[in-house]
C-alpha cells in the first residue's frame, strides 16, 4: 500500500479546552504552535510554515497573517489561511502535506483556535451569524430556522424516518461518547450518561436533545507537519498521513438528490480506498465530526460501513463503547461530550492514539484510523486515513 504523499504529523500543541473565560483566540493559536514545536522536538525556530484553519466564526476576526510576528518567525516559506468551513482543518494538513512533499517547506504549523465562551454569554449567541434575509438563501432564516442544530434536526428526522428508526439510536451514539469521554482527562463532560439521563434532557431541536450538541471550548490544537523521511528521526512515533480526499456535494438540482442526507463522505471514501488499496475492513478507529449526534451515523454509511439504515448497529448495546465488539469510535469523547474545536477535535484523538499515547482509552488495535471534517450542513466534507508508523515503515 502506496501512501499519496510522502507526509506525517510529528508534533502536537493543545491548549486551553476549558468552559470557562481564558485568553483570547490568538493567543491561544500562539500558545500551541509553540506546544507542537516542542512536542516535535524541533522548537519554533524549526518551524517554516504556517497555516491557520478558519470555520467562519467570531474568533476568525482575530486570527490573520500576524501570527508569524506573534511567534518570532522570521521568513518563513508558507503563510497561509486555509477556510472550508468545518473541513478546514484537514484541508490545512493536506495543505501542509503537498508542501513538505514538493520541497516548499520543511515542518509546517496549522493551527485551530477558538474562544466562544464568555461568562453570561448563551453558546448558541456565541455561535450567531448575521445572515442575509433576502434571496433563496434566506428563506429558512425568515422562517426561523436558525443554527446549525436546527438543520441537522432536518437531517436527522429525515434519517429516522425513512429507516423508520427512533430516537434510540441517537441516544446510542451520546452515550457511547460519553463513554468514551469518561476517560479522557481533557472532556467537558466525564460523567456518566445514563438513558434516563439522556431523555430526560430539553430537545434544542427535535429530535435533537441537549446531549446530541457540541460541548464548544475555549483552545486551540496545533499540529506540525513534515515529510516521512524526516518523521522517522523525530522526537515523537509519527503519524504518517496516508490518504486524504475531499467530498462536496454541491447543487441539490439533480434527480435523486437528497439534501437530508446526502453526504461528501461517499466521494472522499472512493478517493482514498482506490487510491491506497485500503477498505472500510482496514480501518481500526473512527474518529468522526461529530457536531451533532446523526452526524456519526452518516459518516458509517457513506464510507461503507454500514448499508443505508445500519449504522446503528455500530452503537447498539455499546459496541462502538471502550470494550465493545464493533470498531472503536470517537474515542476521545468527540465534539459531543469531549470538546468542539471542530475538525481539530478528531484530529487530535488520531494522532494520539495512533502514537499509543492515549492512555486509558488508548485502543489495542490503533494502525489505521479514519479522520473526518464536515462543514455547512452536509456541504463539505474532507477525510483523511492516517497510520502508525508500524503500518508505514
Same mark, same amino acid.
Given at each position: 500500500?502506496?501512501?499519496?504523499?510522502?507526509?506525517?504529523?510529528?508534533?502536537?500543541?493543545?491548549?486551553?479546552?476549558?468552559?470557562?473565560?481564558?485568553?483570547?483566540?490568538?493567543?491561544?493559536?500562539?500558545?500551541?504552535?509553540?506546544?507542537?514545536?516542542?512536542?516535535?522536538?524541533?522548537?519554533?525556530?524549526?518551524?517554516?510554515?504556517?497555516?491557520?484553519?478558519?470555520?467562519?466564526?467570531?474568533?476568525?476576526?482575530?486570527?490573520?497573517?500576524?501570527?508569524?510576528?506573534?511567534?518570532?518567525?522570521?521568513?518563513?516559506?508558507?503563510?497561509?489561511?486555509?477556510?472550508?468551513?468545518?473541513?478546514?482543518?484537514?484541508?490545512?494538513?493536506?495543505?501542509?502535506?503537498?508542501?513538505?512533499?514538493?520541497?516548499?517547506?520543511?515542518?509546517?504549523?496549522?493551527?485551530?483556535?477558538?474562544?466562544?465562551?464568555?461568562?453570561?454569554?448563551?453558546?448558541?449567541?456565541?455561535?450567531?451569524?448575521?445572515?442575509?434575509?433576502?434571496?433563496?438563501?434566506?428563506?429558512?432564516?425568515?422562517?426561523?430556522?436558525?443554527?446549525?442544530?436546527?438543520?441537522?434536526?432536518?437531517?436527522?428526522?429525515?434519517?429516522?424516518?425513512?429507516?423508520?428508526?427512533?430516537?434510540?439510536?441517537?441516544?446510542?451514539?451520546?452515550?457511547?461518547?460519553?463513554?468514551?469521554?469518561?476517560?479522557?482527562?481533557?472532556?467537558?463532560?466525564?460523567?456518566?450518561?445514563?438513558?434516563?439521563?439522556?431523555?430526560?434532557?430539553?430537545?434544542?431541536?427535535?429530535?435533537?436533545?441537549?446531549?446530541?450538541?457540541?460541548?464548544?471550548?475555549?483552545? &486551540?490544537? @496545533? $499540529?506540525?507537519?513534515?515529510?516521512? +523521511?524526516?518523521?522517522?528521526?523525530?522526537?515523537?512515533? #509519527?503519524?504518517? /498521513? %496516508?490518504?486524504?480526499?475531499?467530498?462536496?456535494?454541491?447543487?441539490?438540482?439533480?434527480?435523486?438528490?437528497?439534501?437530508?442526507?446526502?453526504?461528501?463522505?461517499?466521494?472522499?471514501?472512493?478517493?482514498?480506498?482506490?487510491?491506497?488499496?485500503?477498505?472500510?475492513?482496514?480501518?481500526?478507529?473512527?474518529?468522526?465530526?461529530?457536531?451533532?449526534?446523526?452526524?456519526?451515523?452518516?459518516?458509517?454509511?457513506?464510507?461503507?460501513?454500514?448499508?443505508?439504515?445500519?449504522?446503528?448497529?455500530?452503537?447498539?448495546?455499546?459496541?462502538?463503547?471502550?470494550?465493545?465488539?464493533?470498531?472503536?469510535?470517537?474515542?476521545?469523547?468527540?465534539?459531543?461530550?469531549?470538546?468542539?474545536?471542530?475538525?481539530?477535535?478528531?484530529? &487530535?484523538? @488520531? $494522532?494520539?492514539?495512533?502514537?499509543? +499515547?492515549?492512555?486509558?482509552?488508548?485502543?489495542?488495535? #490503533?494502525?489505521? /484510523? %479514519?479522520?473526518?471534517?464536515?462543514?455547512?450542513?452536509?456541504?463539505?466534507?474532507?477525510?483523511?486515513?492516517?497510520?502508525?508508523?508500524?503500518?508505514?515503515?
Amino acid at each position: 500500500m502506496k501512501p499519496q504523499l510522502d507526509a506525517a504529523i510529528v508534533g502536537l500543541g493543545q491548549t486551553g479546552l476549558t468552559r470557562t473565560e481564558s485568553r483570547s483566540a490568538a493567543e491561544l493559536a500562539r500558545l500551541a504552535v509553540i506546544a507542537a514545536a516542542d512536542d516535535a522536538g524541533i522548537g519554533i525556530s524549526g518551524i517554516d510554515g504556517l497555516i491557520l484553519c478558519r470555520s467562519g466564526g467570531a474568533s476568525d476576526a482575530v486570527l490573520g497573517l500576524d501570527l508569524q510576528r506573534a511567534l518570532g518567525l522570521r521568513e518563513l516559506k508558507l503563510n497561509r489561511i486555509v477556510l472550508c468551513e468545518g473541513a478546514s482543518a484537514l484541508a490545512a494538513i493536506q495543505t501542509a502535506a503537498l508542501a513538505v512533499s514538493a520541497g516548499m517547506a520543511t515542518n509546517v504549523a496549522c493551527v485551530f483556535a477558538d474562544a466562544p465562551v464568555t461568562p453570561g454569554t448563551r453558546i448558541s449567541t456565541a455561535f450567531g451569524r448575521q445572515k442575509t434575509g433576502m434571496g433563496m438563501e434566506g428563506l429558512r432564516y425568515t422562517a426561523g430556522l436558525f443554527g446549525g442544530a436546527a438543520v441537522h434536526a432536518l437531517s436527522a428526522q429525515r434519517y429516522l424516518a425513512l429507516h423508520g428508526l427512533s430516537e434510540d439510536v441517537l441516544a446510542d451514539v451520546a452515550i457511547t461518547t460519553r463513554a468514551w469521554a469518561s476517560l479522557n482527562p481533557h472532556a467537558s463532560y466525564r460523567q456518566p450518561l445514563s438513558r434516563s439521563d439522556y431523555f430526560s434532557a430539553r430537545y434544542i431541536a427535535d429530535p435533537l436533545r441537549l446531549f446530541d450538541c457540541a460541548a464548544p471550548v475555549n483552545g &486551540a490544537i @496545533a $499540529v506540525v507537519v513534515t515529510t516521512g +523521511a524526516r518523521a522517522a528521526d523525530g522526537a515523537q512515533p #509519527a503519524v504518517r /498521513i %496516508l490518504a486524504y480526499a475531499e467530498g462536496h456535494p454541491g447543487a441539490p438540482d439533480r434527480q435523486g438528490f437528497d439534501r437530508a442526507l446526502t453526504h461528501g463522505g461517499a466521494l472522499a471514501a472512493k478517493t482514498m480506498f482506490e487510491r491506497t488499496g485500503l477498505t472500510p475492513a482496514d480501518i481500526d478507529i473512527c474518529e468522526f465530526y461529530d457536531a451533532f449526534s446523526i452526524m456519526p451515523l452518516l459518516a458509517l454509511e457513506s464510507y461503507g460501513f454500514y448499508p443505508p439504515g445500519h449504522a446503528c448497529n455500530a452503537y447498539a448495546q455499546g459496541a462502538a463503547a471502550p470494550g465493545g465488539t464493533a470498531m472503536p469510535i470517537n474515542t476521545g469523547g468527540g465534539h459531543l461530550s469531549g470538546y468542539y474545536l471542530q475538525g481539530m477535535t478528531p484530529v &487530535a484523538e @488520531a $494522532v494520539l492514539q495512533a502514537r499509543r +499515547a492515549a492512555g486509558d482509552r488508548q485502543c489495542a488495535r #490503533a494502525r489505521t /484510523i %479514519l479522520v473526518t471534517n464536515e462543514g455547512g450542513r452536509l456541504d463539505y466534507h474532507a477525510g483523511m486515513i492516517f497510520g502508525s508508523a508500524g503500518q508505514w515503515l
